[in-house]
């Protein structure tokens, strides 16, 4: 199941169109959407995706991409990196392939702290990193997440939509 591109996608997006610059990598592509995107800036674009179904969904659309569990599968090192996570907290009563574009673990945070635990080894020293998350993440752990891991983030925009809020984040090393 590809993720059709919601709010998260857009903000998102947005940002990468304003930040994106150099050899960048997108996890988690979906659609492409981020990809795509980055591809206005930049001739150096991969993308990743854990399903294999988004890697050929995004190759029909001329993006370089394979199957990564997270960077299981990237070798390198990039000036942009993109993240539009599963960050929901579980819900025993979605069916497991929705889980995997949505549900970031137990309580939501889990596959961010992995990110953030491996993106080091994969940005440049002047890299950057956009990601988008929720409310329903507990930003207070994210935010913890982010820093533990010796990064410092700029909180680029809020957007509420029904029943949460959605934040962008610019992180640097
Ligand atoms: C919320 S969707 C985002 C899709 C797209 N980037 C966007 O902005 O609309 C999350 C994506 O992450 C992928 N994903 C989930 N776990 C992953 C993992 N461990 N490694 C790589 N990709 C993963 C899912 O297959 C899904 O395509």
Redesign the pocket.
Known sequence: M??E??E??HL??KYVAKYSKGKVL??????G??AITAMQNSEDVTA????EE?VEFVKKKGVKSKK???FSKVKGKFDTIIF???YLPLDVLEDEESR???TGGKFGYE?IGRFFSEVGKYLKKDGVVLIVFSSLTNKKKVDKLITKNKFKFELLEILKVPDEELYCYLVKM
């Not at 997108?26 to 659609?31: A, H, I, K, N, R």
């Open positions: 590809i993720y591109p919601l998260d996608s998102l997006e997108d996890v988690g592509t979906g659609s959407i981020q990743v995706d854990i399903n988004c990564s569990n997270l539009n996570p599963p995997l574009n949505t596959i």
